[in-house]
């Protein structure tokens, strides 16, 4: 499983756009999902855009990228990317506090 963060900014919103973000704004709703979830504030500048992608077991980050990219341009709002983070979920190690006797 790939977690996949696109920081980023609208570019040039037409009227239908703009009033389709302002209707759906929501400040709480960050999670990860395979459709992706936008994060963003009423001036409609910068967005953060998240989605979790499944991972094949030869997929790597330019994969899991170019995946997310293409997920972010089926909303259809014309857009910028500043930066990309991904992180495979394959290698976060849960440490568990031990007990103690």
């Known amino acids: ?44 500048s910068a967005f953060t855009f998240r989605c979790q992608l499944p991972a094949a077991p030869d997929d790597g980050e330019p994969e899991a990228t170019q995946r997310a990219i293409a997920a972010l341009r089926a909303h259809g709002y014309p857009h910028r990317i500043l930066r990309i983070a991904v992180t495979d979920m394959r290698d976060i190690k849960i440490r568990r506090k031990r007990r103690r006797p």
């Open 1 to 44: 499983m790939f977690r996949v963060t696109i920081r980023g900014t609208f570019d040039a919103l037409s009227d239908t756009d703009r009033a389709g973000l302002l209707a759906e704004v929501d400040a709480f709703r960050t999670a990860f999902t395979e459709t992706g979830t936008f994060t963003y504030d009423h001036s409609l």
